[in-house]
């Protein structure tokens, strides 16, 4: 009888949930680990106690058990160097070394290597003095300006300031070392038009894209409020064929050939934030990773085998028939704690998670844990209410009539009711 492999992911959001619900379906049948997942993972896996920045017990774990694949959900273990860390012991990880992540741990080094690489971004000026950085909106070049921590700043390091004194004060804020531990600043013009989200998968030759997504960075309706790690996201969205072609082109293509010039080959899932600008598609940032919440909706549609399409991705063999999508949009809504995203209140009571029985939506846990048998809100975004179905207003209708009195809640719970409007 064949054994069952296993398969470790780490992280602990919803994220994480998702990855393991789709690879759960693969037809061996893997047996999950999560370091250190939350109380959503526990039900299709085992939890471990490891941290996700606790490489060499990762490794450790992974070489004892035998683990066929570890999958890195966020992006600190990969700027830690976690993937050089497995690929010294020989161990098959997927997601991408330190040095080609820089793409998403270091801003300055992804806006060098689109300028140098002919992709298409906004202006920027990289600026290590907080003097010169200072003086720089006495003559301002661009009228509006996007203001950007150079380093990891878990979601909280980009600013759209709209005065003087707004901008000097996110200036003063980020030498200071607030949101990363970074010396930089990176002042962009701003762009105007619409958002998307596309990932690709790469196994630093071939690209597959995934489908294109929309999220939804404000807090509140209508894109008001602060912005948030991101409050919901659906897919697909709409990309026109010319600027599907563009994309492919000049962004895609140029990035993964020139990470593999640069001697730090790209393998993983790649995330690129796009602008749809009159003059085309631009970059405004990267993530090394699977973006969350998009990760969520991207799932509930992932037809294929994900755990072969990371295998042979991480193995240099990825086809483009790895990955196929089944036809119907989804949305995922994400219900946040009171607070969020400055200070969240954790260790409310979770009500309602066993009254969704409809088979085309899925709870995705991002921050809970299991109290006694009880789940409690265990940091900011608390769950995914992720739904399926042929168009956008009739997934709204069932993503709204799940949550509330009747369905899911807790106390102080924050969430949009127009993602995918």
């Not at 990855?19 to 999950?32: F, H, I, R």
């Not at 990891?152 to 030498?175: N, Q, T």
Request: charged fraction near 25%; aromatic fraction near 8%.
């Amino acid at each position: 009888m064949r054994e069952q492999e296993a398969i470790l992911i780490v992280g602990k959001g919803a994220r994480e949930n998702a990855l393991g619900w789709k690879m759960e379906q693969s037809p061996s049948k893997p047996k999950l680990y999560f370091a250190p997942g939350n109380a959503g993972t526990q039900q299709i896996g085992i939890n471990l106690d490891i941290g996700e920045m606790e490489i060499d017990k990762l490794a450790r774990f992974s070489s004892d058990n035998k683990i066929r694949l570890t999958v890195v959900g966020p992006e600190n273990p990969l700027e830690k160097g976690i993937v050089n860390a497995f690929m010294e012991d020989n161990l098959l990880i997927f997601g991408p070394t330190q040095e080609a992540a820089r793409l998403e741990t270091s801003k300055s080094y992804a806006i060098r290597f689109m300028q140098s690489h002919g992709i298409p971004c906004p202006k920027s000026i990289i600026i290590g003095d907080p003097h010169v950085a200072m003086h720089f909106f006495d003559r301002p070049i661009w009228k509006d300006v996007v203001i950007k921590a150079d380093g990891l700043a878990s979601g909280k390091g980009v600013f759209l300031p709209d005065s003087k004194e707004e901008a000097l004060d996110v200036v003063k804020r980020i030498f200071n070392k607030e949101f990363d531990e970074g010396s930089k600043v990176i002042i962009q013009e701003r762009l105007t038009g619409k958002e998307r989200s596309l990932l690709f998968f790469t196994d630093g030759k071939t690209i597959v894209p995934l489908l294109p997504a929309e999220d939804y960075k404000r807090l509140k309706d209508g894109n008001k409020g602060p912005n948030t790690g991101s409050m919901g996201a659906y897919a697909p969205a709409m990309i026109d064929k010319w600027s599907t072609r563009y994309i492919y082109d000049k962004i895609l293509r140029p990035t993964v050939d020139g990470m593999r010039k640069e001697g730090c080959p790209f393998q993983g899932v790649l995330y690129v934030a796009l602008m749809m600008t009159n003059k085309g598609p631009k970059v405004l940032e990267f993530n090394a990773r699977f973006g969350d919440p998009e990760a969520q909706p991207l799932m509930i549609l992932f037809r294929s085998d994900l755990l072969q399409a990371m295998k042979n991705t991480t193995e240099g063999n990825l086809e483009k028939n790895d990955i196929v999508f089944r036809s119907g949009s989804a949305i995922c809504t994400v219900l946040a704690a009171e607070g969020y995203p400055g200070k969240p209140v954790t260790g409310d009571m979770i009500y309602g998670l066993d009254k969704i029985n409809d088979p085309s939506i899925q709870i995705f846990h991002a921050s809970t844990k299991s109290v006694d048998g009880e789940i409690k809100t265990n940091g900011g975004r608390i769950l995914g209410i992720t739904a399926y179905g042929k168009d956008r207003k009739t997934i709204r209708k069932k993503i709204d009539n799940c949550i509330g009195e009747k369905g899911i809640n807790f106390r102080g719970m924050q969430y949009r009711k127009d993602i995918g409007a």
